[in-house]
């Protein structure tokens, strides 16, 4: 489970979780459905969203006492360990170009529906820290696509594959959306929840870890409504630190 420095899990899976789903399907801690950011796990759970560390970094070092005031939820993850590092886009100022095609082994309405809800949610962050312009042509080269399947595995409707180095900084391999709900397969994924699960795992693509917060997008399970205050502030955060610095308890 290496290449070269090892494998680390950063990016994220999100599962349903805010409300019952129409199906009746429960809500449940998020340990209990498999959250690959709630146990850790890397090769174990096929949907766990993966970071490759390629690499070592030559950043800086700092406390949590330096880097970890007024910075959102940046440094949540050091309550389970005692470094982090963070991990972004690099030497980049940029569109974000991203391919959101349609899933055509839906119907076309749905499919058209599912392209449009998926959009709206990956350009949330648009200016944030970079402009993102959706691409559902392919008639454009994209930095990374979106990846439509009926099942991610588990109850996951959501996943951010992503690589990073010290040299490159964060790359996005896939984000990986479902479009029928883990509770009831003969059912579509709510449009709404598509949008929202879009922006946390664009979230992750971009570099943010899961919030402690259920008000934040990146809330490890489906319970906020829009971006908060809180998202925007960490993602300023996040983009005011150098690529790769560690932070330490």
């Not at 340990?31 to 174990?44: F, Q, R, V």
């Not at 690499?55 to 050091?78: F, H, K, M, Q």
Request: hydrophobic share 40%; glycine share 8%; aromatic share 6%.
């Amino acid at each position: 489970m290496t290449l070269v420095a090892g494998v680390l899990v950063l990016g994220g899976a999100w599962v349903l979780l805010s409300e019952r789903d129409a199906a009746g399907g429960p809500s449940l801690p998020c340990a209990e459905l498999g959250d690959s950011l709630c146990t850790s796990p890397a090769d174990d759970d096929a949907g766990a969203a993966a970071s490759l560390e390629v690499g070592a970094s030559s950043a800086p070092t700092l406390s949590s006492a330096e880097a970890c005031i007024n910075v959102g939820y940046l440094c949540s993850d050091l309550a389970g360990t005692d470094r982090i590092r963070l991990q972004r886009w690099k030497d980049f100022s940029g569109t974000i170009v991203v391919h959101v095609p349609r899933p055509d082994f839906e119907e076309s309405a749905d499919a058209l529906a599912l392209q449009q809800a998926a959009a709206v949610g990956l350009r949330a962050w648009n200016g944030q820290p970079f402009q993102i312009m959706i691409d559902t042509r392919g008639d454009r080269s994209p930095h990374f696509a979106v990846r439509w399947t009926r099942s991610l595995g588990g109850r996951q409707i959501g996943v951010a594959r992503t690589q990073w180095s010290s040299a490159s900084g964060l790359r996005v391999v896939s984000i990986e959306l479902t479009t029928r709900t883990p509770f009831d397969p003969s059912r579509l994924v709510d449009l709404r929840q598509v949008r929202l699960t879009a922006a946390h795992e664009m979230g992750h693509a971009l570099g943010l870890p899961h919030s402690d917060s259920p008000r934040d997008v990146m809330y490890p399970t489906n319970s906020a409504t829009s971006l908060s205050a809180q998202d925007y502030r960490t993602m300023e955060s996040l983009y005011r630190l150098p690529d790769g610095t560690e932070v330490v308890r």
